[in-house]
């Protein structure tokens, strides 16, 4: 007796070009590389710091190369999209649920949203933006 | 009940996530405002010096850079198994490694101020 299961073939390196929804998967996916390098550069930053003035001042010098910039802009980029998406995903992850009547999704997230302006304008206004 | 280590791995990635979300957009408009010339009056020596020296300020700056280092360790892993780097094993035993590393040296420099 002879049985051919069925194997779905599934091509390990260009899977996700299939479905618009797995690029967007992908496309968050991304960010994490990004992210990942600016927390490399923030433990840097922290070197610098403790290393003195001099060092520090050649630290925020350094920051200013054409490449930097164009890092930094990734990482802003890849940074906001993470976020959005996660705050976007948090009404999923943990519904809130009041008597028999769940809190509307758009609810949750929605305060996500508004504790993160609050945070960024917070520590804008502490780092003497404005 | 079977125990499994994945609520270990699973927690500070789950916290670095929110700390990502809520925390690095706008670190990374701070140092980019600094790289276009408009440097916030909070990114001088002084100030950034004054605020790593305290004991909170130590605390959030490690709590911010040892959790978002975890997490994108964890998504890095993650990223490379779905690009098809399936030497799982291997890939998680380098980054996770590579987060620990980097959030000790950062708790040695925080201290060092």
Redesign the interface.
Known sequence: MSRRPLVRECP??TW?FRQPRYLRY?SR??T??F??A??????VG??R??AG?AA??GF?QA??TPA??MF??L??VA??Y??AT??NATQKAMPVQIGEDFVPGSVISGA?YV??AV??LA??Y????F | MAKSHKPVVWFPFAAG??V??????????????????H?????G?E???AF?ASGLGKLI?FG??AL??WS??H??R??CF???L?ADTLVATVLYVAAIV?SL??AI??L??
Do not use: K, N
């Open positions: 390990p390196t996700y992908m996916e991304i994490s590389i992210v990942g600016y927390c490399v550069l923030l433990v922290l070197q710091l403790a003035p520090w001042e925020l920051l200013r930097s910039i930094q802009f990482a802003l940074a906001v993470h976020a996660w705050f996500h504790a993160w945070l960024s520590i804008l502490l780092a003497g933006v | 996530g929110t990502i979300a809520f925390f690095i957009p706008v670190i990374v408009l701070l140092t980019l405002m600094t790289a276009l010339g440097v916030p009056a909070g990114l020596y100030r950034m010096h790593a700056i911010v850079v978002s280092l994108s360790a998504r890095l993650c990223t779905d690009f098809g399936r980097g040296a950062s420099f925080l060092r101020i």
